[in-house]
Nanobody, 127 residues
Framework: QVQLVESGGGSVQAGGFLRLSCAAS????????MGWFRQAPGKAREFVAA????????GYADSVKGRFTVSRANFKNAVYLQMNSLKPEDTAVYYC????????????????????WGQGTQVTVSS
């Protein structure tokens, strides 16, 4: 079992930035590739970013590429999402998720392959 708790959400103006954190507890954090997803009102949850167990491989949705950066600190049992140049369309509840099936450098954007989820943190970007 892995418990995930997101923090760092809030309200910002367009062009601003936020840094989301996800703290993990439970089994060895480095056993899990990590992902960030988001869900806007009335829309399905979508992939945002993923990072491998080592932290050496990352993947991003096209909509956030060049603006968002995912990182992790295995010694802190934490994963982060630095979000810059925020847009109103980035408004959503952001979730972190843990995937226990990936090899050391693997990542996945497929929601169904993640085993554990946090409760989410709200990000609101105003124009």
């Amino acid at each position: 079992q892995v418990q995930l708790v997101e923090s760092g959400g809030g309200s910002v103006q367009a062009g601003g930035f936020l840094r989301l954190s996800c703290a993990a507890s439970g089994r060895a954090f480095s056993n899990y590739a990590m992902g960030w997803f988001r869900q806007a009102p009335g829309k399905a949850r979508e992939f945002v970013a993923a990072i491998s167990r080592s932290g050496g491989s990352t993947g991003y949705a096209d909509s956030v590429k060049g603006r968002f950066t995912v990182s992790r600190a295995n010694f802190k049992n934490a994963v982060y999402l630095q979000m810059n140049s925020l847009k109103p369309e980035d408004t959503a509840v952001y979730y972190c998720a843990a995937d226990g099936q990936r090899l050391w450098e693997g990542t996945t954007s497929r929601e169904g392959e993640y085993d554990y989820w946090g409760q989410g943190t709200q990000v609101t970007v105003s124009s």
